[in-house]
């Protein structure tokens, strides 16, 4: 599950998320902040479709589904 502290840190980072955990590339392609983007995952069939966001490379905070 999420930590605090990522959250906190990242949270706010926009991303490109696509439905169908399949790639399909007929099906809309939304902008999620990565907290959000966290609490659905589980439930919804979604992804990131983008890189790891530049703020977030080279840190240590690791998720952990």
Known sequence: MDSPSFSENF????????????ENRSLATFNFKLKDFI????????YMVESLPVKMRGTN???YY
């Open 11 to 22: 949270g706010q980072e926009a991303i490109d998320v696509e439905e169908g955990k399949k």
């Open 39 to 46: 609490m659905r995952y589980k439930n919804e069939d979604i």
């Open 61 to 63: 905070n690791i998720l």
